[in-house]
């Protein structure tokens, strides 16, 4: 099995088109959603949900099936049709340097979707790789329940104690060195301790 690399891409960045309209569709436009992506839609159909996702952020949904070089343009392009045929011809007709998820076959995917845990300033993406994608789900859950509600307050301390830090030793890498050891640490510290709630 091929290797995947993990990052974190600015959304900004991606230009996305999600060929499908039904259950599958309509949760990737959720998940793109959440992150600040509005996808274009393309399907003959779309079941109520993708309907709302549609109404409610203003998509671009084109009412008919994928023509050959709907994906020109786009950066990011997502197979989400009930037909692993035709999402298969999908990825294939896309260029090499975009984005590719191919829905019923992740060996056409060059990229994977994880399940994510999102709590404030922490995320954290979860994947078994395509092999069960509801285990990553049910990871992501348990997690993001375990974890400490007050654990955003006690980052955002920390992170201004960094801040501080940096802007007052600017210049002065030993004494930088120093405070991140001696008052940065220990912060970090207790809030890894205390990250977790005991279950």
């Known amino acids: 099995m091929e290797s995947h690399l993990p990052i974190y891409i600015k959304s900004s960045s991606l230009k996305c088109l999600i060929v499908g309209g039904g259950a599958v569709a309509a949760r990737k436009t959720n998940m793109l959603i959440s992150h600040g992506i509005l996808p274009h839609i393309i399907a003959p159909e779309i ?3 993708m309907q709302q996702h549609v109404h409610t952020h203003k998509l671009t949904y084109i009412k008919r099936y994928y023509r050959d070089g709907d994906s020109m343009g786009f950066s990011m392009v997502i197979a989400a049709t009930n037909n692993k045929v035709l999402n ?3 990825s294939r007709s896309c260029s090499q340097n975009c984005l590719i998820n191919d829905t019923s076959n992740p060996l056409n995917s ?3 979707l994880p399940a994510i845990v999102n709590h404030g300033s922490i995320k954290i993406a979860i994947s078994t790789l395509g092999k069960l994608p509801y285990l990553a789900k049910k990871l992501a859950q348990k997690i993001e329940l375990n974890l400490n509600p007050n654990i955003e307050s006690k980052i955002l301390v920390a992170e201004e104690k ?3 830090i940096l802007r007052e030793c600017e210049g002065d890498k030993r004494l930088k060195q120093l405070r991140m050891i001696n008052e940065l640490t220990p912060l970090i510290d ?3 301790k205390s990250a977790l709630l005991t279950e």
């Open 162 to 164: 960094r801040k501080e």
């Open 190 to 192: 207790a809030i890894t």
């Open 110 to 112: 060059n990229f994977i």
């Open 88 to 90: 298969e011809e999908i």
């Open 47 to 49: 079941c109520e949900l």
